[in-house]
């Protein structure tokens, strides 16, 4: 079952591009708390609980919890936009919007390949050749995949891995729906490929030279 993070918020006052560098030097982040039938609300964040699921890639499209002081329990909530620091790569900014079990909302969740072992074109030297790394999918914001897993026992080189290899939960349905989109393909190794076109070359000489006598001869 995947982590749900709590994140502890404040308040914050001083809006701007000034209050919000003065939340950073004193170990906040700023963020925006929206949705839900109420009015937006500027926070604060503590860094090391949004720095730890930002490094464990469990920021964006992940369930969350938010700790508002002088509200009772806590409230479902998912990072919806997180601005991160161009050199420093860390987040400066995150937008988060309250849900429940009736939002719905599109999302990208990554692919992971499994059995890579079983795969009879892999093992002969085959690339798997990533097209999509994630998926986009219509979810409930409070049933959201943690991962889709993609089986590739059996396949071969030039066999190809498309959105009906992925068994979608309740309730889950692809953005993309009229087509059955590739995610990945099986590709041959470089040097079968190699010798498949000295191969062609080849024969397209031979063709070249029998062309030739053949014109001689008339």
Known sequence: MAQTDVFYCEPRKNTGTGGARAARREGWIPGVLYGGGADPVAVNLKSNEVNKAYLNGRLL???AKIDVPGEDGQ???IARDVQVHPVKGFPVHVDLMRVDEKT???VDVSVRFINEEQSPG???GGVLNVVRHAVEVYAPATAIP???EIDVTGLDVGDGIHASSINLPAGVTFMITDRDFTIATIAAPSALRSSDDDADASAEAEEGEEKKE?????
């Open 61 to 63: 499209a992940h369930l």
């Open 75 to 77: 409230q479902p909530v």
């Open 122 to 124: 892999l093992k002969k």
């Open 214 to 218: 053949d014109e001689k001869e008339d």
């Open 146 to 148: 943690e991962v889709f």
């Open 104 to 106: 719905r909302i599109n």
